[in-house]
């Protein structure tokens, strides 16, 4: 009995948290610190939907 349990996490979760963490670094941080984490945050991300890309 091996069965694989797909925990994906879906497309629209992805974007919700990525323009929550925006709206909180928005809040709280300054103009550099927005937008260095935007950038990072966005690599992060990319990575991360490539890798669960390649599953299929």
């Not at 979760?13 to 929550?20: E, G, K, N, T, W």
């Not at 928005?26 to 937008?35: E, H, K, P, Q, S």
């Not at 990575?47 to 390649?54: I, L, M, R, T």
């Amino acid at each position: 009995m091996s069965e694989s349990v797909s925990t994906k996490i879906p497309s629209w979760l992805m974007i919700v948290v990525y323009l929550a963490i925006l709206a909180i670094l928005a809040v709280f941080g300054d103009l550099f610190i927005f937008i260095l984490g935007t950038i990072l945050e966005t690599i992060v991300f990319a990575v991360g939907y490539n890798a669960s890309q390649e599953h299929h």
